[in-house]
Nanobody, 123 residues
Framework: QVQLVESGGGLVQAGGSLRLSCAAS????????MGWFRQAPGKEREFVAA???????LYANSLKGPFTISRDNAKNTVYLQMNNPKREDTAVYYC?????????????????WGQGTQVTVSS
């Protein structure tokens, strides 16, 4: 059974930094795309970033720079480094994994999802 477990969420001050982790189990995703999405209260889930099995990255236009996605295939884990977060980055952050290798911003591309981790940015 495939499981994606996010960790690292919590309360962070605006201008600080936070690193989210997503550990996968049940299968190896080293050649598959993995990504992060987020959902703020009252809003739809939106794409944040994704990384392919070969390390190609894709970001939401507004988040490239402050956020960095990376992966450690040996640990079957993907990370999201959040630098200088703003209050509007407050959301539940979800990890996703695809059976396919290419990256996409489309939620339908991803076959597996974690339960989410809350990130709250205070001013």
């Amino acid at each position: 059974q495939v499981q994606l477990v996010e960790s690292g969420g919590g309360l962070v001050q605006a201008g600080g930094s936070l690193r989210l982790s997503c550990a996968a189990s049940g299968r190896t995703f080293s050649s598959s795309a993995m990504g992060w999405f987020r959902q703020a209260p009252g809003k739809e889930r939106e794409f944040v970033a994704a990384i392919s099995g070969t390390g190609r990255t894709l970001y939401a236009n507004s988040l490239k720079g402050p956020f960095t996605i990376s992966r450690d295939n040996a640990k079957n884990t993907v990370y999201l480094q959040m630098n200088n977060p703003k209050r509007e980055d407050t959301a539940v952050y979800y990890c996703a994994a695809s059976r396919s290798g290419g990256v996409s911003f489309d939620m339908l591309w991803y076959d597996y999802w974690g339960q989410g981790t809350q990130v709250t940015v205070s001013s």
